[in-house]
Structures are given as C-alpha cells and as structure tokens.
C-alpha cells in the first residue's frame, strides 16, 4: 500500500507574491531595452511592446506594454479593454477589473498605506494617470506602520530621448496618484 502525502497548497497571498516576483524578475531581465532613435522605438523595444499586445509601427508611448508583457510571460492577465499600452487602463475605476484598483488619489479611493512591492503603481503628470511602473523595492517609512517614503520602480519608457528605456527608478511616494494588483 502506498501511502500519498497531501500537499500543502500556497495561499492567496503567497500565490500573489510569487507571480509578482516573476513579473519583476522579467523586467530585471530586460532593463537592456533602450530607445534607439529618440521616438519610442529600438530592437528591444520593439520586442517589449509586441510581447505586450502592441504595435511598435504606431511608435506608442510604451509603459503599459512592458508592464503587459511582463504579465503575460508569467500567465497574467492584463487589462480586458484591449488598451494594455495606455497607463490609465491598469487602474479602471469601473467595469470587471475595478477590484485591482486599490488607491486612487482622486476618487479617495483606498490608502496610498496599501503600497506593497509588485503592485502597479499609476503617475498623473496633469491630464490623468499617463504612466504605469511596477513596485520594486520600498523606501524607508517615517514611521512604524506608514507608508514609505519612497520606492523604487521598474518601467518601460523612463527618461527621454535615446536614453528612454526600460529602468529601475526612485520616486517620491507622492509622486504615485494611484495603485492597482494584477497578480491574481
């Protein structure tokens, strides 16, 4: 008679912080992408955003793509609304994916408390959310129980001109206007 041990499945949150390492380990792996002609196009680039669902002919502004081909690779979804390239659609405030928005500065929705590594974090530069990076690594908090200071990100299309790529970079908490979980 064999005897069968049970195996102890990983929890919700354990599952969660798995697929958000392998979506952070992917952009590590591909921070070598760089823009090569000032105008969101270049070898790596242009892989990035097909392997986010889009078309690097139409020279897009592309964020939200690096951010849905890193979902993809580790079998995440993305946003349903076919807009992955713009940084708005990761955090909908409305319709089936509205759950994933944990913090929207305008709406008041949420607590900015919620920031954890892996999550999407949303920038609003004026006109709305137009830029989307992945949690890498929190700051240092002012306090026990608050939210950091700072933390540092990974996004495609960070910097300008042919120095604009893909990047490990550090921002003020204040800088985030919004946080979204789409490791589940």
Known sequence: MLCHLAQAQPTPRTRQA???ACTLKYLEQ??????????????????????????????????????????????????????QG????WFPLKGPDAARTLWDR???????????VALKAGFDYGRGIHHVAAVAELGRPVRA???PRSVWTWAGNEGTG????????LYPIGAIDALSNWNY
Do not use: Y
């Not at 713009?86 to 659609?89: D, R």
């Open 18 to 20: 798995q697929a958000g």
């Open 30 to 83: 591909h921070q070598a992408a760089r823009e090569t002609n000032a105008k969101n196009r270049g070898p790596l680039v242009d892989a990035i955003i097909k392997a986010g669902g889009g078309v690097p002919a139409q020279r897009p502004e592309w964020c939200g793509f690096t951010q849905a081909a890193a979902n993809r690779s580790c079998g995440l979804p993305i946003p349903r609304n076919g807009m």
């Open 86 to 89: 713009a940084a708005a659609a």
């Open 106 to 116: 305008k709406t008041g929705r949420g607590s900015i408390d919620s920031i954890a």
């Open 145 to 147: 129980g608050r939210a």
């Open 162 to 169: 042919t120095a604009a790529g893909l990047k490990r970079s």
